[in-house]
């Protein structure tokens, strides 16, 4: 499945566009144009392993609500509830949205944008898995985000602000520190930050996970675990 950019306003668009049905499930439509098709709620849990019809879901409004995923290639959107999310097997795309979200992502090479402000809490399971924090629009989307269980090959890419002011975007933008614990921290200049548990600075001196910072030209920076 290719990469979906902006997950979030894409997930806006189908549903803006699509014909919604109702289904077996109270609360659950299924959401259908051009081809594609995902259940979507403002209500209810969504669980795709006893689902046929569509591996995808987007959930809207604010509600607390979770989302169980499949052994399949599943789309999921976030809204801006506080979100529990169980990706299950397969490569899947997912967009937090803001809310305080608990995310465990399974087997699989899975990709995850972090894309509205609150704490979020994400197990990367197996897999060589992508994450994306994107910047805050407002003081109201930061987020603290914690990723665990973290594996040699998964890379997180920030865009980076000019927070020393210095009229340049570089790596000095960034903050970073290294607990006691075995993590390291990363504080962006727009006050959002990343925690990568298990990954320290000793890492490489101790058979851990070691990471390299690599600028992508654009403002963009990945961090690559090895």
Do not use: C, H, W
Not at 3 to 26: G, K
Not at 138 to 149: E, F, M, R, V
């Amino acid at each position: 499945m290719a990469t979906i950019n902006n997950l979030e306003d894409a997930a806006t668009d189908f549903l803006a566009n699509a014909t919604i049905t109702e289904t077996a499930t109270a609360g659950v439509g299924l959401a259908s144009d051009n081809g594609i098709t995902a259940f979507v709620s403002n209500s209810t849990n969504v669980d795709l392993s006893q689902q046929t019809e569509s591996n995808n879901a987007a959930l809207t409004g604010s509600a607390n609500l979770n989302v169980t995923g499949n052994a399949e290639a599943n789309v999921i959107a976030a809204n801006n509830g506080d979100n529990v999310i169980n990706a299950g097997g397969g490569d899947d795309q997912i967009s937090t949205g803001a809310g305080n979200d608990t995310i465990t992502l399974g087997d699989g090479n899975d990709f995850v944008t972090v894309d509205g402000g609150g704490v979020k809490v994400i197990d990367g399971g197996a897999g060589n898995d992508s994450f994306v924090i994107n910047p805050a629009a407002t003081p109201n989307d930061i987020s603290a985000t914690t990723l665990t269980n973290l594996n040699r090959g998964d890379t997180v890419t920030v865009t980076v602000t000019d927070a020393n002011g210095n009229g340049a975007l570089d790596i000095n933008d960034v903050t970073i520190s290294a607990s006691e614990t075995g993590s390291l921290t990363f504080t962006l200049g727009d006050g959002s930050l990343f925690t990568l548990d298990g990954v320290a600075v000793n890492s490489a001196t101790d058979g851990g996970i070691n990471y390299t910072v690599m600028d992508n030209g654009d403002g963009t920076y990945d961090v690559e675990l090895s």
